[in-house]
């Protein structure tokens, strides 16, 4: 699953409707006010990388999705010295 970010909710829902994904409001951390969120849409399909950047939008690997499976915890505590 990758994610799809887009300043202009029109790109967003070409997007989405194209490639069978859902938009909805992303956030970045920092950011107070709502209009400088981008538009963010779900999606997993071969041709994404190509439709996204043809409506001025970028991808990111979903790695850190909610539900997820969280990063693995240290065995063994860290020696500083």
């Known amino acids: 699953m990758q994610l799809a970010y887009f300043w202009e909710q029109e790109d967003a829902e070409a997007v989405a409707e194209l490639l069978g994904g859902e938009v909805r409001r992303g956030r970045f951390h920092g950011e107070d006010d709502d209009e400088d969120h981008p538009w ?42």
């Open 40 to 81: 963010v849409v779900a999606v997993d399909h071969p041709d994404a990388e190509r439709v996204v950047a043809e409506h001025d939008g970028w991808l990111e690997t979903g790695t850190n999705e909610v539900g997820g499976a969280p990063a693995p915890l240290p065995q063994e505590p860290k020696r500083f010295k």
